[in-house]
Every structure is written in C-alpha cells, then in structure tokens.
C-alpha cells in the first residue's frame, strides 16, 4: 500500500503537515491510542511505501528510508487539556503571534497565508496560564475525516511553547481521536505546554466538540531546529 501528500497538506513550505501525516498512518493502525514518531520531512506528492502489519504498527517509508512509523499503544492516561468556552477562545485566538511571526506560514493546520476552505487556519492565542485556545469550523471537505482531527491536535500544542523565534517541528505524537465533528461544528482546540528537556518541548492537546465531547487528545513531543532546517521538516 501507498500513501501521498498531496501539496495541500504542507506544513513547512516543501514537506506534510505532521499531525496529518501522523493521522493518515495512525488510521491504518486503527482506532485507539496510537503513537506515531517521524523520523524526516515526508515528501509532498511522491508515493510513500507503507510496510508492517496493518492493526498494529505501521512504517511509512521514502526511497528505503523511514519517514514514520505509527504504533499501537497501550491504553494509556492521556490527560485532557482543560478547555475554554467558546466566547474565551476567540478572544485568544485574537492574539494569535503566527499572524506577525510565523515560521511556517504555509502551513495547513495554522498558517495565516493558507486561504479560507484550502487551510484549517487555526489561530491558537495564548491564555497567560501555559495553554493556548482557539475554535475550528470544519469546512465540508474536512470534517468526519480522523486525520483532520490528529491535524487540529498539531500546531496548537506548538504555540503553547511558544513557537516564535524558536522554529520547532513535531517529532512525535499519541493520540486518541474518539470521534470526528460535523461539517460547520464550532469546536474548541486547546494547547498546553508541559515542559522541555533540551531541544526538546513536551505539549498537550484536545479538541472539543460543539457539545462539549472530547473529540481528541493528544501529546507530543517537539523538536526545536534552525529555520534552514526548519523549511524542510515536518510542521
């Protein structure tokens, strides 16, 4: 089996979006917890290889060599981030830093250059307390779709470190996506920041539906790279 990222799905100018990437193989492991690390940019609109045994863990490979490998994971505690209510991810997401600086201002998830019904254009703002907050109306062509879940559980957890001035790419990410929004739900996305270890920020995400459910929660780890580097990784 083969997986492509189309062009549309960048977060770095020449490279997929991580959590969308990471969501795409994440569905082929199945539903429940599941750990997905990349190990380089995946390549935008070439035929990537997936080997393994599909259930349980998944490799996503370029020219033999490993792009990213989704696993089971035990069930686990994954920690919902607490959330807003909408009115208060609004006025977050009003001080959106990527608006101003962004290092990856193409990118699908929260990139303010990305047109309204092409990208997600996400803007989480910080809330002062380590977290950042902002809602997501999924566009027709993107809701019921996991990976656009995996996606909105991305980018948020990033700005919470913060992001600006410190290009960071996702190098790896548990997530549960426990259901999917419907086309035009007005969702509530939560980011926070947990710590970091070196060039290492640890994060945590989730994403709430209109009602309140849990929709999907994550944690990740980041990598924070030189904006060379950065321009050719996964965002």
């Known amino acids: 089996m083969t997986l492509t990222v189309p062009h ?10 991580g959590g969308w990437v990471a969501g795409r193989l994440a569905a082929l492991v199945g539903p429940g917890v599941v750990t997905v690390t990349l190990r380089r940019p995946p390549p935008l609109e070439e035929e990537l290889a997936t080997s393994g045994d599909e259930g349980d863990g998944v490799t996503l490979v370029h020219d033999g060599a490993t792009v990213a490998e989704a696993q089971r994971t035990p069930e686990e505690s994954l920690v919902p981030v607490e959330p807003v209510d909408p009115g208060r991810a609004v006025e977050a997401a009003a001080a959106y830093g990527g608006r101003e600086r962004h290092p990856f201002p193409e990118c699908f998830v929260c990139g303010p250059a990305r047109r309204p019904g092409d990208g997600m254009r996400l803007t989480p703002g910080r809330l002062g307390d ?6 997501w109306v999924p566009d027709p062509d993107l809701a019921g779709r996991s990976e656009m879940v995996w996606a909105a559980l991305d980018c948020p957890g990033g700005w919470a470190a913060p992001i600006e001035g410190r290009p960071m790419v996702l190098g790896r990410m548990t997530a549960h996506v426990r259901a999917t929004p419907a086309a035009g739900e007005e969702c509530v996305v939560m980011g926070q920041v947990l710590g970091g270890e070196g060039r290492k920020v640890f994060t945590a995400t989730s994403v709430y539906g209109e009602d309140g459910r849990t ?14 580097a950065a321009d050719g990784a996964a965002g």
Request: charged share 15%; net charge positive.
């Open 8 to 17: 549309r799905f960048r977060g770095p100018t020449t490279s997929g979006n």
């Open 130 to 135: 380590g977290r950042t907050a902002c809602l």
């Open 215 to 228: 929709l999907g929660v994550a944690r990740a780890t980041w990598i924070v790279v030189p904006q060379a």
